[in-house]
């Protein structure tokens, strides 16, 4: 069990490693904002199981728990918020529009 | 010290990287270093809690993540409107 959680808190500190050093070198900010998502949600999945393993069925573990899911839940939404700031930031608009270099489907034409 | 700890002082020190991000660049890098940082706090914080072993402390990094929530949004959107 002690092997199983030196792995599991092994991991955890890889995901975050990773997460930030490849956010600190990612040279656009846009780039950077897509390492959030390795700790968001690799480094708190290790961390809940570790939780779990450590203190069992607790009120600390389930927690942990509420906690990882809150984390996964809002990282995906203020990723987004913050990549649609940029973009209206930059462009001054964050919808697509014409000439813009990516495909979308307009509003109406799904059938 | 125990592994809970010993794992808290490596994760604290991720936040050298993210101090950096903070503190140089453009504001959208800056936002995008802050946002990283409160996930490594709130992992620092309950790695911290069980290596204490002061498990009522759990409720704080509960706090901070959904606080984060709210700061980040709010950071967004002062970002793309004012500066």
């Known amino acids: 069990m002690t092997a199983f959680l ?8 890889v995901s975050c490693w990773l997460g930030v050093l490849g956010m600190w070198r990612m040279r656009e ?9 390795l700790p968001a ?3 708190t999945t290790f961390l809940t199981a570790a939780v779990f393993l450590q203190t069992g069925n607790s009120q600390a573990a389930w927690k942990t728990l509420l906690m990882c899911l809150v ?3 809002i990282n995906s939404v203020v990723a987004h918020a913050t990549a649609r700031a940029f973009r209206a930031r930059e462009l001054g608009h964050w919808q697509p529009r014409d000439g813009d270099p990516i495909e979308f489907v307009r509003p109406g034409r799904v059938k | 010290m125990n592994i809970w700890l010993m794992a808290a ?11 950096d991000m903070c503190l140089r660049g453009s504001p959208e890098r800056r936002l995008v270093g802050l946002e990283m940082a409160s996930v490594m706090i709130t992992i620092a914080m309950v790695l911290l ?9 759990i409720d704080l990094p509960l706090a901070l993540a959904i606080m984060s929530f709210g700061g980040g949004l709010v950071f967004a959107r002062f970002l793309e409107k004012h500066l």
Do not use: E, K, N
């Open chain 1, 41 to 43: 949600w690799g480094a």
């Open chain 1, 29 to 37: 900010p846009m780039q950077a904002l897509h390492y959030l998502a």
């Open chain 2, 49 to 57: 809690t069980v290596g204490t072993g002061r498990i009522p402390f």
């Open chain 2, 9 to 19: 002082v490596v994760i604290i020190a991720t936040l050298v990287p993210c101090a």
């Open chain 1, 71 to 73: 984390l996964l839940a």
């Open chain 1, 6 to 13: 030196d792995l599991l808190l092994g991991s955890l500190i």
